[in-house]
């Protein structure tokens, strides 16, 4: 575990901003998102960039459920994560 020392400048303002960001589980459906990072394990890391999911990549949110995993439309094939890899995948809105 990493112990952030909070007087230190910058990062506090880091926190906030890592904080602020937006995440696939905050995605309206019918949204259009691009990715702008992904804080996961390596390998699940690897296995999401192997099916596609980099950064800048676009995506169209068609479904989510109430156990938080999102179904999503990414380079010409659905796919389907879980809550907890989905609060890890951050976003930027493309419908704005």
């Known amino acids: 575990m990493i112990a952030y020392n909070v007087t230190e400048p910058g990062i506090e303002q880091e926190m906030n901003r890592m904080e602020a960001r937006e995440n696939l589980c ?12 992904m804080e996961l394990p390596k390998p699940t890391q690897m296995r ?4 596609g999911l980099t950064r800048g990549t676009n995506l169209t949110v068609l479904n ?3 156990s938080g995993s999102v179904i999503f439309y990414v380079r010409g094939t659905r796919l389907a994560v879980g809550r907890k890899i989905a ?7 493309k419908t704005e």
């Open 87 to 93: 609060e890890n995948i951050y976003i930027t809105s």
């Open 48 to 51: 999401l960039i192997a099916l």
């Open 64 to 66: 989510k459920k109430h």
């Open 26 to 37: 905050d995605a309206k459906i019918g949204g259009v998102y691009s990715v702008a990072g």
